[in-house]
Each structure stands twice: as structure tokens, then as C-alpha cells.
């Protein structure tokens, strides 16, 4: 394999310090002259290299994936894929709404998060359970009811509607119901690669397999009163509406409170952590959620913007895209690159402390979300790094001039153009 790689390396440094007028030369003269030795490409890009006969997927597949199919030059080794879209993954349909997920069974590089995306319609309820795993949320569509218990006893209920977030810390029981005309739609995700959505706490299955007369004891009420429980997981399920959100919270806080630290936040209240031409970005982490124990980023590029040139020295990071289309490569250790694009519905992921950009190849906004399994968010730009390194250094490794040095920003701009 590294020998592999080393002939990679190889022919494209003898492409690049050849130019391409060289090349153009060079192939003219080919042609021209029939009885000369002929010359041999050492160029992988030839133009007749550059078709694809015989079976193919689909056009389709291919035009959503053209740093896959036609790499840039740029690019060097067979990196694992860091990409994986929720339209591959199985969808589990019920009642009260549907939901799929993307794991570490499906992305094997992605080992610390798992993600899912749920819909439930109006009145469908996510059952009430718990898990391992912190759970972080995306509302992405429609309205929902939340609540949860935490450890000591007390209550949170809120409604939340597109944009908002929430987090659920581990083994903090709580449900999800769909409100409004239409119910809503949202993403999931947890810190654990090995997540499974299918294998959660559910309050039926417990009480399903608790004896009776314990439930009864437990109680101190009669064994009839379980009757009525399912004999089987309700999981997501469709009911009525709940009542006014103040009626639920008044019910639930009766004697012990509501948590201290809410589990919801609504990032369309605060201000942008960054602005630029290119775009913007809002960090939510425990500095402004203290809550939570899982960082994030909601980043919108515009056309043409990018999210610069960085790394995360703290986490991997596990992406959604939420709208729009970009490109992302991630550059690992040994020379080695992959280039891979996204749209809608894609997830990414990157291991820690690897270095990667995301640019918007599309013409509209490209959204997507930056999620971190960590309480805080950090990273280091390449910009950064330059801008504070001694000038003569950096120009004596990569001859870009100290003038140019001089003139990178000493803030970290994040999104560029500036
Ligand atoms: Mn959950
Ligand atoms: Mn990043």
C-alpha cells in the first residue's frame, strides 16, 4: 500500500512541475510525428483517461458525487469514505411517524456519534425512554412537545419549533410528540457510534416485564390497575394533542421544581458567533447551553463562502447538511487526501485533530451542522496557526513571501471571503 501511494506521489509531482503547456506540447507532437518514439503520459488526467465506459450506477450518483468519480489532483490515497446519506438507511415506519438511522454500523469511521432522523406526525409520540447516550436535537421542521425527568425528580416540558435545539443527558428519561396541523421532523444525534434507536429503555417494555404483583407492590395498588399495559413496545404511536404547555408544566413541577439548567435552546435568539461575506456561524456549547455536554456549530455558507481551512484538537466532529451543496476534503497524516461532496439529508464525519474545509459548490446557501461529542467547542485554523508562527519560519517551509504572512488576519476569520 505505501508503495502504492508513493507512485501516486510520484506522477503527480512529475504532472504538476510539467505544467500543462508542456503537456499540450508534448501530446501535439505525438501526433505529429508518428515514426518518433512515442511519449508516454505520466499525467493521470489525459482526457481519454477521463471517460468512464461500461456499467456505471447512474449518471444520477455520479453528478452528486464529481470530487468521487473525478477526484482533484489534489487528492492522494484511498481514505475510507467520510460520508454516508440518511436515503441509504433503512427506514423504520409506525403509526404516529417514521425514523432512520446513521451509525458507526453503517459510517464505520464514525465511532463516537450516531445520528437519527425522526418524523412524527401530528399527535405522534416518540415513546417515553431513555439511553446510554446523550441525545442532541435539531428541530428541522414543523413543532413538538419535549419532556424529561432528571435525577431528582425534577420536571421539564417545553414546545419546540424549527431551529430550536435540544440535549438530553444520559439515562435522562424523557418522549417527543408532534404538534401543529402537520407534526414535525428532526435529527438526533448521540455521543456513541454504536447508538441504536431500536434498542432504547421503553417505559411499556419495562413494565411489560416487571411481575405484576410487583408493579402492584411498588405501587401499593391493586395488581388490576396494569391491566391496560401494552403487551408490547408502543415506540412511536399517534394520540390526541397535549393539553396548554402551561397546564403540562404547572402538573409536572408540582413539588420538586423544573430542572435547573433547561434542556432547550433557541438559537434564532442569539446573536451569530461570526459574520462574514462569506456566511455566518452560531456556536452553541455549554459557555451559552449549559446544559448540554455536546458542542455544536450551525454554519450557513453562501454561495462561493467557505468554512476555512481548520481543525478540531478536542473531538471528532459528526456533521449534517442540512440544505445546499459543498465539498469537503479531509486531509489525513502520510500525505494522504479525500475530497467528497454533500447535500441535504448527507452526514460527515471527521476524526479528531484531522485538518478539513467545507466550501459551497452550489448557487444557493449551504447549511449544515458541526456536532462535537465534547462540552466545548475548539479549533485551529490554518490561518491562525500561520498568522502567529514567526514570518521567517513559515516562509522558509512553504516560500509564500512574508509579505502575504503579514497580511493574514491574526482573528480567526472562520467563514471567508472576510
Ligand atoms: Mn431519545
Ligand atoms: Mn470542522
Given at each position: 500500500?505505501?508503495?502504492?501511494?508513493?507512485?501516486?506521489?510520484?506522477?503527480?509531482?512529475?504532472?504538476?512541475?510539467a505544467?500543462?503547456?508542456?503537456?499540450?506540447?508534448?501530446?501535439?507532437m505525438?501526433?505529429?510525428?508518428?515514426?518518433?518514439?512515442?511519449i508516454?503520459?505520466?499525467?493521470?488526467?489525459?482526457?481519454?483517461?477521463?471517460?468512464?465506459?461500461?456499467?456505471?450506477?447512474n449518471?444520477?450518483?455520479?453528478?452528486?458525487?464529481?470530487?468521487?468519480?473525478?477526484?482533484?489532483?489534489?487528492?492522494?490515497?484511498?481514505?475510507?469514505?467520510?460520508?454516508?446519506?440518511?436515503?441509504?438507511?433503512?427506514?423504520?415506519?409506525?403509526?404516529?411517524?417514521?425514523?432512520?438511522?446513521?451509525?458507526?454500523?453503517?459510517?464505520?469511521?464514525?465511532?463516537?456519534?450516531?445520528?437519527?432522523?425522526?418524523?412524527?406526525?401530528?399527535?405522534?409520540?416518540?415513546?417515553?425512554?431513555?439511553?446510554?447516550?446523550?441525545?442532541?436535537?435539531?428541530?428541522?421542521?414543523?413543532?413538538?412537545?419535549?419532556?424529561?425527568?432528571?435525577?431528582?425528580?425534577?420536571?421539564?416540558?417545553?414546545?419546540?419549533?424549527?431551529?430550536?435545539?435540544?440535549?438530553?443527558?444520559?439515562?435522562?428519561?424523557?418522549?417527543?410528540?408532534?404538534?401543529?396541523?402537520?407534526?414535525?421532523?428532526?435529527?438526533?444525534?448521540?455521543?456513541?457510534?454504536?447508538?441504536?434507536?431500536?434498542?432504547?429503555?421503553?417505559?411499556?417494555?419495562?413494565?411489560?416485564?416487571?411481575?405484576?404483583?410487583?408493579?402492584?407492590?411498588?405501587?401499593?395498588?391493586?395488581?388490576?390497575?396494569?391491566?391496560?399495559?401494552?403487551?408490547?413496545?408502543?415506540?412511536?404511536?399517534?394520540?390526541?394533542l397535549?393539553?396548554?404547555?402551561?397546564?403540562?408544566?404547572?402538573?409536572?413541577?408540582?413539588?420538586?421544581?423544573g430542572?435547573?439548567?433547561?434542556?432547550?435552546?433557541?438559537?434564532?435568539?442569539?446573536?451569530?458567533?461570526?459574520?462574514?461575506?462569506?456566511?455566518?456561524?452560531?456556536?452553541?456549547?455549554?459557555?451559552?447551553?449549559?446544559?448540554?455536554?455536546?458542542a455544536?456549530?450551525?454554519?450557513?455558507?453562501?454561495?462561493?463562502?467557505?468554512?476555512?481551512?481548520?481543525?478540531?484538537?478536542?473531538?471528532?466532529?459528526?456533521?449534517y447538511?442540512?440544505?445546499?451543496?459543498?465539498?469537503?476534503?479531509?486531509?489525513?497524516?502520510?500525505?494522504?487526501?479525500?475530497?467528497?461532496?454533500?447535500?441535504?439529508?448527507?452526514?460527515?464525519?471527521?476524526?479528531?485533530?484531522?485538518?478539513?474545509?467545507?466550501?459551497?459548490?452550489?448557487?444557493?446557501?449551504?447549511?449544515?451542522?458541526?456536532?462535537?461529542?465534547?462540552?466545548?467547542?475548539?479549533?485551529?485554523?490554518?490561518?491562525?496557526?500561520?498568522?502567529?508562527?514567526?514570518a521567517?519560519?513559515?516562509?522558509?517551509?512553504?516560500?509564500?513571501?512574508?509579505?502575504?504572512?503579514?497580511?493574514?488576519?491574526?482573528?480567526?476569520?472562520?467563514?471567508?471571503?472576510?
Amino acid at each position: 500500500m505505501s508503495e502504492d501511494r508513493d507512485q501516486t506521489k510520484v506522477s503527480r509531482r512529475k504532472f504538476l512541475e510539467a505544467g500543462s503547456a508542456v503537456l499540450v506540447a508534448a501530446a501535439g507532437m505525438q501526433t505529429a510525428q508518428g515514426q518518433q518514439s512515442k511519449i508516454y503520459p505520466t499525467d493521470t488526467h489525459t482526457g481519454i483517461n477521463e471517460s468512464q465506459p461500461g456499467p456505471k450506477n447512474n449518471t444520477e450518483l455520479d453528478g452528486e458525487n464529481p470530487d468521487s468519480a473525478w477526484p482533484p489532483e489534489t487528492d492522494a490515497g484511498g481514505q475510507p469514505p467520510f460520508k454516508y446519506s440518511f436515503s441509504l438507511a433503512h427506514k423504520r415506519i409506525e403509526a404516529g411517524g417514521w425514523t432512520r438511522q446513521v451509525t458507526v454500523r453503517d459510517l464505520p469511521i464514525s465511532k463516537t456519534m450516531a445520528g437519527v432522523e425522526m418524523r412524527l406526525i401530528s399527535g405522534g409520540i416518540r415513546e417515553l425512554h431513555w439511553h446510554v447516550a446523550s441525545e442532541w436535537a435539531l428541530m428541522l421542521y414543523g413543532s413538538a412537545r419535549i419532556t424529561a425527568v432528571d435525577q431528582r425528580g425534577r420536571a421539564f416540558v417545553e414546545d419546540v419549533n424549527a431551529g430550536d435545539l435540544w440535549l438530553f443527558p444520559g439515562g435522562v428519561p424523557h418522549s417527543i410528540q408532534g404538534l401543529g396541523e402537520d407534526g414535525c421532523k428532526f435529527l438526533l444525534v448521540f455521543k456513541d457510534g454504536n447508538f441504536n434507536e431500536f434498542g432504547t429503555f421503553l417505559l411499556t417494555e419495562w413494565m411489560h416485564h416487571t411481575p405484576k404483583e410487583v408493579l402492584a407492590k411498588n405501587f401499593d395498588v391493586p395488581e388490576s390497575t396494569f391491566d391496560k399495559v401494552p403487551k408490547k413496545e408502543l415506540f412511536i404511536f399517534q394520540r390526541e394533542l397535549p393539553r396548554p404547555l402551561a397546564e403540562e408544566k404547572r402538573q409536572v413541577e408540582s413539588v420538586t421544581g423544573g430542572v435547573p439548567n433547561t434542556f432547550a435552546f433557541f438559537p434564532s435568539q442569539m446573536r451569530p458567533s461570526k459574520v462574514s461575506k462569506g456566511g455566518e456561524v452560531k456556536i452553541v456549547d455549554r459557555k451559552n447551553f449549559p446544559a448540554t455536554d455536546i458542542a455544536s456549530a450551525i454554519v450557513t455558507l453562501k454561495p462561493g463562502g467557505l468554512r476555512e481551512l481548520h481543525w478540531h484538537p478536542n473531538a471528532d466532529e459528526w456533521q449534517y447538511y442540512v440544505k445546499g451543496k459543498g465539498r469537503m476534503t479531509v486531509f489525513a497524516a502520510g500525505g494522504l487526501a479525500r475530497t467528497m461532496d454533500f447535500e441535504g439529508g448527507d452526514v460527515g464525519y471527521i476524526d479528531i485533530s484531522m485538518p478539513h474545509y467545507i466550501e459551497n459548490t452550489g448557487d444557493e446557501d449551504l447549511v449544515f451542522i458541526e456536532v462535537f461529542p465534547t462540552p466545548f467547542y475548539e479549533d485551529i485554523s490554518l490561518a491562525e496557526w500561520l498568522a502567529h508562527t514567526p514570518a521567517r519560519l513559515v516562509d522558509e517551509h512553504i516560500q509564500v513571501g512574508e509579505d502575504f504572512l503579514a497580511k493574514i488576519q491574526k482573528k480567526e476569520v472562520v467563514i471567508t471571503p472576510e
